[in-house]
C-alpha cells in the first residue's frame, strides 16, 4: 500500500511541472563572461525545476567536448545541451546523440553543415547576423560614415565569429558606411587579453583607428585598455562590441564603451533547458527557437544594467 501511495505521488508531482530529469550540460569554456552568465542561467532555471544538470568544461577543445558528449550518454542522462567549440564540430555531436536516442539541444552556436535536426534534437539561440548589423550600424552613425577602422573577430570557425563579421562587413560596404575604411581585421578569440595586445600592435605599427569594431565585449574591452594606456583619449574612438556583459555595461556608464548589443543569457539558458525537458518528455517542441539581440547605447543604458 504505502509502495501505492509513493508512486501515485511521484506521478502526481510530475505532473505538476516538476521534473526528475538529469540533463548533461557541456560548455565551450567555462573562462568567458558571457558564457559564465549562460551557464548560470541554465543552473538556476534547473534549480528551480527541481532537475540535475551535470556541468562540463570542454577548455575550447573540440575532442574534449566530443568524449563529454559520449560520457553522457553512457551516463544515461535524459538531455544534452551543448554550447560548441566549434560550429564545424556540430555533426559528430549531433550523431553521437543521435545514434543513442538521447535529447540534444544546441544552445548560442548554430551548428555547421547539417541539413536540418535529428528527431529529437534543436537549436536555442540568437541570429549572429542581427548583431553585427545593429552593432556595425550604430558604430557607422556614430562616425558619420567615415573613418579608418579595425575589426576585432571572436574565434574563427564559430557561427558568432561568421555571422558578425559578415554584417559588420556588408554594413561597412553599403553606401552610408563607404568612408569607412577597414585597415585590418584579426581574431583575438573572444578574449580580453590577446584584444588588448593586438590592439597594441596595431598601435604600434601606426594604426590609430576612429572606430573599432568587436563581435563581443570582452574584445571591446580589450581594445579599451590598449587605447587608454597608449593615451589616446575615449572621445577620439568609437568602440562597439556585443553581449552587454556587466563589465561591458559600466565601461559604457563610464563614457569607455559607446555600443554594445544585448544577448539574453536567460532567454537562452531557460530555453534551452525548457526545450530539451519538453523533448525527454515527448512534448511538442520547436527546433529552431530565435531569442532577438537588442541594441545598447548610453541612451537606454539604464534599462539593461540589472538584465542577465
Not at 532567454?267 to 530539451?276: A, I, M
Amino acid at each position: 500500500m504505502k509502495k501505492f501511495l509513493l508512486a501515485t505521488a511521484m506521478t502526481a508531482l510530475m505532473g505538476t511541472g516538476a521534473y526528475a530529469e538529469t540533463i548533461g550540460v557541456a560548455m565551450s569554456l567555462f573562462d568567458d563572461n558571457y558564457l559564465t552568465v549562460l551557464r548560470q542561467n541554465i543552473q538556476r532555471h534547473a534549480d528551480d525545476l527541481g532537475v540535475t544538470v551535470q556541468m562540463e568544461d570542454a577548455q575550447g577543445d573540440i575532442a574534449r567536448q566530443q568524449s563529454q558528449i559520449e560520457n553522457f550518454v553512457a551516463a544515461g542522462v535524459d538531455g544534452i545541451i551543448v554550447m560548441l567549440v566549434d560550429a564545424d564540430s556540430g555533426k559528430a555531436m549531433s550523431d553521437i546523440a543521435a545514434k543513442a536516442g538521447v535529447p540534444l539541444v544546441f544552445v548560442n552556436m548554430l551548428p555547421a553543415n547539417m541539413d536540418g535536426f535529428p528527431e529529437k534534437q534543436a537549436w536555442v539561440g540568437s541570429d549572429e547576423e542581427q548583431a553585427g548589423n545593429l552593432e556595425a550600424s550604430e558604430v557607422c552613425k556614430l562616425v558619420g560614415g567615415q573613418g579608418d577602422t579595425v575589426i576585432l573577430m571572436g574565434q574563427l570557425g564559430t557561427t558568432g565569429q561568421r555571422g558578425r563579421t559578415k554584417a559588420t562587413e556588408e554594413v561597412l560596404a553599403s553606401d552610408a558606411c563607404k568612408g569607412m575604411n577597414v585597415l585590418d581585421k584579426q581574431t583575438a578569440n573572444w578574449m580580453r587579453t590577446p584584444a588588448l595586445d593586438l590592439m597594441t600592435n596595431w598601435m604600434t605599427s601606426g594604426i590609430k583607428p576612429k572606430a573599432v569594431i568587436a563581435n563581443n565585449d570582452e574584445m571591446a574591452l580589450g581594445a579599451i585598455q590598449a587605447l587608454k594606456a597608449a593615451g589616446v583619449s575615449m572621445d577620439d574612438v568609437v568602440i562597439g562590441g556585443v553581449d552587454a556583459t556587466q563589465d561591458a555595461l559600466a565601461a559604457m556608464k563610464a563614457g569607455d564603451l559607446d555600443v554594445t548589443v544585448y544577448q539574453s543569457a536567460k532567454g537562452q539558458g531557460e530555453g534551452s533547458l525548457d526545450t530539451v525537458l519538453k523533448i525527454a518528455k515527448g512534448e511538442a517542441f520547436e527546433p529552431m527557437v530565435h531569442v532577438p539581440f537588442e541594441l545598447v547605447t548610453p541612451a537606454n543604458l539604464d534599462q539593461y544594467m540589472a538584465k542577465n
